[in-house]
């Protein structure tokens, strides 16, 4: 189901019956259980229509609020999309912006007249700010027609509503494709880095037009990917850390991401792949004034609270609170794998050292920091603990991710009886 406001007539200003087009298309697509695409370019509600274009607006907020983990969701912005629009935006399950678009609550006049800032209206909220730094923006696109071929191709990987299942389609990719070039993934240096995006591609079905994985919010908060993608015709959600930013430490833009990513994924019934490599959370005296614990708590919550199949794999580093809140055992991750290089510990061997030996010799810090990796820096005593199922071959984990998916796929989903839940916002 699409709805436009697209309207040239005062810059797209929405009058009450506009509000009440968009609450019976969302009514509709409800009812129909079929996913729901709104494009947009509007100035806001009609100034001349007074109240009742604010109420009209509020009905079809009401509508698409109703909508959500029901149907998919995707917003279109090809233009302005200011105050009760702007917010309408952070409603919706993914939003698509073309260079044109523009979005925010109180324009520049509002911004100047209270800071003394002047902005531009892109400078404030253009499709750059909203994919860099808000997080509003979840793909780029070049115009309106390829923002509507980014809407379909994000839609192909969701079911029409959460009752059913993802769209299954054959590829020709064999589910048991050797991946020998993922032994080289991991670099010599314990400090390198590497491009996650590249395990995920190599992990991903392969069609005509190369790897399935599409990446989502691909700017915002890149120490942590997320993106959907196939592996043996089925549609995932994958969740990885980034060492190329910040070594896929973990802050709250990324907690908040991976939250939003993960509660998404279960929503319509996607299962999840995570991909750990964290030395853990970043620190800062500013991150945790700001809500380290409330923010880093979503990703946890997120994860605890999901139903769909989910398969962790640990590629080289997986430390402390990090560690736990990346789909952990602990967590309920069904199945967990890792591979033979893997690091899982409290904490890596410089603070251990620093900890348990602060009062050592200098000169003996070198030999203790190799003596702790050797005995915990492996996945050998998660292994045995029964917090890993099995040490595997890079060479053979599309086979065994694949396999693991498909014995997952006739799990039986226990829903809580409540309400809902009052986890971290």
Known sequence: MVVRSTSARRRGALAPDDGDTIRAAAELA????????????????????GIASLH???????????????????????????SGPALMLGMTDLVVMTPDAFAFVSGPAMVADFTGIDIG???????????????????????LDDALDHAA?????????????????????????????????????????????????????????????????????????????????R???????????LAGTLDIAASQKGARFVRFCDAFNLPLVTLVDTPG?????????RGMIRHGAELAFAYAEATVPRVCLILRKAFGGAYIVMDSRGLGNDLCFAWPGAEIAVMGAEGAVQVLHRRS??????????????????????????????????????????EALDVLGSRVERLPGRKHALGPL
């Open 30 to 49: 409800l009812g129909e259980r079929l996913p729901l695409v709104l494009v947009l370019a509007t100035s806001g509600a009609d100034v001349s229509a």
């Open 56 to 82: 009209g607006w509020g009905g079809a907020a009401r509508a698409v609020a109703a909508c959500s983990g029901v149907v998919p969701v995707v917003a279109v912005v090809d233009g302005p999309a200011i």
């Open 121 to 143: 209206i892109h400078q404030l909220g253009g499709t750059a700010v909203h994919a860099r730094a808000s997080g509003l923006c979840a793909i780029e696109a070049a115009n």
């Open 153 to 233: 191709h994000l839609l192909s990987y969701l079911p029409a509503h959460t009752d059913e299942l993802p769209p299954d389609i054959v590829v020709g990719d064999p589910a048991d494709r050797a991946t020998p070039e993922l032994r080289q993934t991991i670099p010599a240096r314990a400090t390198s880095s590497y491009d996650v995006r590249s395990v995920a591609s190599t992990l991903s079905d392969r069609d005509e037009d190369g790897p399935t994985f599409t990446e989502l919010w691909a700017r915002w908060s890149p120490q942590l990917v997320v993106g959907l993608g196939r592996v043996d015709g």
């Open 235 to 245: 549609p995932v959600g994958f969740l990885a850390n980034q060492p190329q930013a």
């Open 281 to 289: 959370f970043l620190p800062g005296k500013d991150l945790e004034w």
């Open 361 to 402: 010799p200098v000169d003996e810090h070198a030999a203790l920091r190799q003596e702790y990796a050797e005995r915990f820096l492996t996945p050998w005593q998660a292994a045995e603990r029964g917090f890993v199922d099995a040490v595997i071959d890079p060479a053979d984990t599309r086979a065994v991710l694949s």
